[in-house]
């Protein structure tokens, strides 16, 4: 009887509920497995007594990214860790789209300012700036060409805590087109969704946003399939991938590219797509086998 670790964190008035969490340790409950969620920075956690450690909704790690992934490398010494450590460090950083870029993966073009470094604001379009270790649109902002002088000063806040920042264009695609979620378990794909825009012209950066708005079931294009195999394909360790959400949104082209790569703690909608529940807890048994 395996004994599996499903890794949240504290409740608060900044963190989500993760509604999948209690029905995904109840399912694994009833398919033999001793299933119980734990949260990843309590330490009277005995890690080394579960088999398998999933990393869920850990969806508090980017106010503390260092710290997070610190816990990931030691929490991989003691069990099995999905996604594993070096995925985790990875992911954390949302320089990875470089990466992914540099490899031939159709992504948002992206510049960055580290602290101490002036960004490259657009003149001609709008643009959204964010921090390269975020969730849940936290500190994301849209603005226009016209509003440089508040986009320097969400840059100099995000500075001040330590952040790099992000600059990619206004995807003027999810207006019409949306962004789709493509959700894979296990190697394969499990499901997918769509949301509308989350981020309204003149609202706040530090304000909270609802972050996935108008969800809905979705089925995926061949090129959106296509895109995401490439991302996924394109990222170190990627055999060892357990689950893994691929962002795609709509170029001026009309042709998907690579938002957000989520290999982290991705929100896996189980309430809107419920068929995909067994096959998880099928791949979850397996990792812990």
């Not at 033999?32 to 999933?54: M, P, Q, R």
């Not at 948002?108 to 001609?124: I, Q």
């Not at 002088?149 to 806040?157: I, K």
Request: aromatic share 8%; proline share 9%.
């Amino acid at each position: 009887m395996p004994r599996i670790a499903l890794v949240t964190c504290r409740p608060g008035p900044r963190v989500s509920v993760d509604r999948d969490l209690p029905v995904l340790v109840r399912a694994l409950a009833d398919a033999g497995a001793t299933a119980s969620a734990e949260v990843w920075d309590d330490d009277g956690v005995d890690w080394g007594a579960f088999d398998l450690a999933v990393i869920r909704s850990t969806w508090d790690y980017s106010w503390r990214s260092a710290e997070f992934t610190a816990w990931a490398e030691q929490c991989g010494k003691l069990t099995r860790l999905a996604n594993p450590a070096p995925v985790v460090r990875w992911n954390t950083d949302k320089r990875y789209l470089g990466g992914l870029a540099d490899a031939g993966v159709p992504t948002v073009p992206t510049s960055y300012a580290a602290p101490g470094e002036t960004p490259d604001l657009p003149d001609g379009h709008e643009y959204v700036v964010k921090p390269t270790s975020g969730a849940g649109a936290r500190f994301a902002a849209r603005y226009t060409p016209g509003e440089h002088a508040t986009a320097l000063r969400q840059v100099e806040r995000m500075h001040a805590e330590g952040f790099t920042a992000m600059v990619q264009p206004y995807m003027r695609g999810i207006d019409t087109t949306g962004e789709r979620a493509l959700q894979f378990f296990g190697g394969r794909l499990l499901h997918a969704s769509r949301k509308g825009a989350v981020l309204a012209p003149g609202t706040p950066y530090d304000e909270r946003k609802v972050a996935h708005p108008g969800l809905e079931p979705w089925t995926p294009a061949p090129a959106e399939l296509a895109v995401a195999e490439r991302a996924l394909a394109a990222v170190p360790d990627a055999p060892e991938l357990l689950y893994a959400r691929v962002d795609l949104v709509d170029g001026d082209d009309g042709r998907p590219r690579v938002m957000e790569l989520e290999l982290v703690e991705p929100n896996l909608f189980l309430w809107l797509h419920e068929r995909s529940l067994p096959r998880v807890v099928e791949a979850v048994l397996e990792a812990a086998r």
